[in-house]
């Protein structure tokens, strides 16, 4: 059975550059053989956080966030698509993260980021490492960092010239080290229960 990665992105705006880099990410780890799933925060569209999952009485949390719930407890790990907002993350992916916490726990987390810019959302790539490490999740060491998102993808997430093949060398690498925690996770699992 393939492992099944769901790519998170969460831009709000109008203009998203960065849905091409998750339709990127989501087309070429299906092609790897794995099913991989994009989970956009504007469709899925929680409310800013209230009230965790975890907090509403069993039954009564709202379709969408029981949904995502069940796929996320579900997923063998996950992968954030996120752009840099002043040195800072995505308020939308992130609200969309809060809602949910032990349905993260033990399974592997990569981020791969983007910006208009030259260091390709280094920051929120950061950012998102330590906050992925403390909702329960193993952050892989390896990272992919888009800069002038624009110029390496086209409007259909074709990388273009010599950016965009040494976005795919890097692609690559980052997937491998992915899908090497993914089985660790999954062998440990079925060796183990998590301890809580």
Known sequence: MP?????????????????????YTVRTLNARGTDAELIDAMQIDLPMLDRMYKEYPEGEAPEAMETLAAKIREADGFV???????????????NLTDHF???????????VSYSAGRIGGAHANVVWHGTLA??????????????????????????????????????????DDLAWWTEAGKRQRAHRDPPF
């Open 134 to 175: 403390e909702m329960g999740m193993v952050v892989i060491s390896s990272t992919v960092a888009v800069g002038q998102i624009g110029n390496t993808l086209d409007e259909h997430g074709t990388p273009l010239g010599d950016t965009g093949a040494s976005f795919e060398r890097a692609f690559g690498r980052f997937a």
């Open 3 to 23: 492992d099944k990665i769901l790519v998170f992105y969460g831009s709000y705006r109008s203009d998203r550059a960065g849905i091409r880099l998750a339709d």
């Open 80 to 94: 954030f698509v996120t752009g840099e907002y002043n040195w800072g993350m995505q308020p939308g992916l992130k």
């Open 101 to 111: 916490l032990e349905e993260w726990f033990w399974r592997p987390a990569g981020i």
